[in-house]
């Protein structure tokens, strides 16, 4: 009882000088809210994109690489409150927050059978300076927290980035696609041969990225992919 008595007040106590707070809103977070409180994520603007066949995830690769399904989290829009959120996890250092999310979007994903038929995740890959700058890849913990709820296994070894190709920012979707060919590279071309692949991102915009990690996979025979990104530009 007494070891209980204390561990309260050490809580409260670390509440009051380092209060744990809400990444979205900055209100304090109640018992079981992690990082988001359930009003922010109640307010989240989700796309619901996962129950939505030709969807526009799908639609911008129509033309270009098959893609079995796709589906992005919520919408993201400069100024929104939930920009925070791709911030914190890409520029603050708080995998953490990828995790959350990820095991948050699972759920939905479950709701519709083909998702629920995916064999492995594949995180789009850093290169490796990035890797080393950043110390993380982003999209390995939005997959983390995916394949958690959704009891599955993540490939972070046969899929990588063997170009660092420069900033995407303010290039034309053609300079996208010019800037990210040939960057990716499937260091075994059987390892997924009959497999239902969900490639995984933080932030949809063009899809050129995406795409030039699809054309790699696509050396594989009787391959099936699906694209899930945490949030869609």
């Known amino acids: 009882m007494k070891k209980n008595l204390l561990r309260r007040w050490l809580d409260d106590l670390l509440d009051l000088f380092f209060p744990n707070l809400c990444i979205i809103c900055n209100e304090t977070l109640v018992?079981?809210?992690?990082?988001?409180?359930?009003?922010?994520?109640?307010?989240?603007?989700?796309?619901?994109?996962?129950?939505?066949?030709?969807?526009?995830?799908?639609?911008?690769?129509?033309?270009?690489?098959?893609?079995y399904c796709g589906t992005s989290y919520f919408f993201f829009e400069k100024g929104s409150p939930?920009?925070?959120?791709?911030?914190?996890?890409?520029?603050?250092?708080?995998?953490e927050i990828g995790i959350i999310a990820g095991s948050y979007a699972a759920a939905d994903?479950?709701?519709?059978?083909e998702f629920r038929s995916?064999?492995?995740?594949?995180?789009?890959?850093?290169?490796?300076?990035?890797?080393?700058?950043?110390?993380?890849?982003?999209?390995?913990?939005?997959?983390?927290?995916?394949?958690?709820?959704m009891d599955k296994p993540v490939d972070t070894v046969h899929l990588l980035r063997i170009r660092e190709n420069t900033t995407?920012?303010?290039?034309?979707?053609?300079?996208?696609?010019?800037?990210?060919?040939?960057?990716?590279?499937?260091?075994?071309?059987?390892?997924?041969?009959?497999?239902h692949i969900l490639l995984?991102?933080?932030?949809?915009?063009?899809?050129?990225t995406l795409e030039a990690c699809m054309q790699a996979l696509l050396q594989t025979k009787n391959i099936k992919i699906?694209?899930?990104t945490l949030a869609i530009a």
Request: proline share 5%; hydrophobic share 35%.
């Open 109 to 113: 994903l479950l709701e519709k059978p």
């Open 82 to 95: 939930f920009q925070k959120l791709i911030h914190e996890l890409k520029y603050r250092g708080n995998k």
């Open 31 to 67: 018992g079981g809210e992690l990082q988001i409180c359930l009003r922010c994520l109640h307010a989240m603007p989700k796309t619901n994109y996962h129950l939505q066949t030709d969807n526009t995830v799908e639609k911008r690769f129509w033309g270009k690489v098959p893609v």
């Open 200 to 208: 995984v991102d933080d932030v949809l915009t063009t899809g050129s």
């Open 168 to 195: 995407q920012t303010r290039k034309s979707v053609f300079d996208r696609y010019q800037n990210t060919k040939g960057i990716f590279y499937l260091n075994d071309d059987t390892v997924f041969e009959g497999k």
């Open 226 to 228: 699906s694209i899930f």
């Open 118 to 149: 995916v064999d492995v995740l594949v995180p789009v890959p850093l290169h490796p300076r990035k890797y080393a700058q950043r110390g993380y890849n982003q999209s390995e913990y939005i997959a983390k927290g995916l394949a958690a709820v």
